[in-house]
């Protein structure tokens, strides 16, 4: 699949089958996280066959149903942009293994599930993951214009970057964060809002597969 195909096949599902994941697909993104550790000092956990964790009644925002694994976005405190960046690396990891998901700041409930986390470091959220009774569908976005400085004439490179980031999953889709090129190099801000700065590196991370770019790119 297309790294666009790819970011728009994924939407936030929250009803799942009760169906294990695949030996195959938690190898595959036990590899991922041990990776994403690596590079980025996170604690990120896979736990697989968990039914308590989304039980709690929060039917105002997004219950979550039928789910039983999920990833524990475990890091130092004050690191909420690298919880965004590297969960969506794995978020999208997972897509590619045709798990689906669902970021969830909410509803969460820690359960008996063995989660470590270290003095110093903080339990940010979850990801739920697992196969969804459907793959969930595209929602209302906010156009380039309204995210970013972008003209006609600007390079591709700008545009796709765009066009990913506002395929990524902000908090209650607030989608509150800016890009402003200059030259080669972008700045990204995060608006005020619920967990912006979580979503500003979601939004980082789906800019920079779009716009085919790495860290580098920003200002
Ligand atoms: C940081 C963050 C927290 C979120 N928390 C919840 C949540 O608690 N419950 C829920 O149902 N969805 C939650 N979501 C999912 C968003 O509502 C969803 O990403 C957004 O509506 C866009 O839809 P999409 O993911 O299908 O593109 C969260 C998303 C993000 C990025």
């Known amino acids: 699949m297309d790294r666009f195909e790819l970011m728009k096949a994924r939407h936030s599902v929250r009803r799942y ?31 697989t066959n968990e039914p308590e964790a989304f039980q709690a009644e929060k039917p105002e925002y997004g219950k979550i149903r039928g789910c039983r694994n999920y990833l524990a976005l475990v890091g130092p405190k004050g690191v909420d942009e690298r919880i965004g960046y590297f969960g969506e690396k794995v ?10 998901s669902c970021w969830v700041a909410l509803t969460y409930k820690k359960g008996k599930a063995d989660v470590r986390v270290a003095p110093g470091e903080k339990l940010y959220m979850v990801i739920a993951l697992g196969y969804g009774e459907t793959q969930g569908s595209p929602r209302k976005s906010k156009s380039a214009a309204e995210v970013s400085d972008c003209r006609e004439g600007d390079p591709e490179w700008y545009h796709a970057g765009i066009e990913a980031a506002l395929l ?13 090129r200059n030259g080669e190099k972008v700045k990204a801000k995060a608006g005020l809002g619920f967990y912006s700065k ?22």
Not at 17 to 46: F, M, R, Y
Not at 91 to 100: F, H, I, R, S, T
């Open 198 to 219: 979580v979503d500003l590196g979601i939004v980082k991370y789906h800019f920079e597969l779009g716009a085919e770019k790495d860290g580098g790119v920003w200002e």
């Open 168 to 180: 990524a999953p902000t908090a209650v889709n607030q989608q509150k964060f800016r890009f402003e």
């Open 91 to 100: 978020v999208l990891k997972a897509q590619e293994l045709g798990v689906n």
């Open 17 to 47: 089958l009760d169906k294990p994941l695949s030996a195959e697909a938690v190898g595959a993104l036990n590899e991922e996280i041990a990776a994403c550790n690596e590079e980025s000092g996170l604690h990120i956990q896979l736990v």
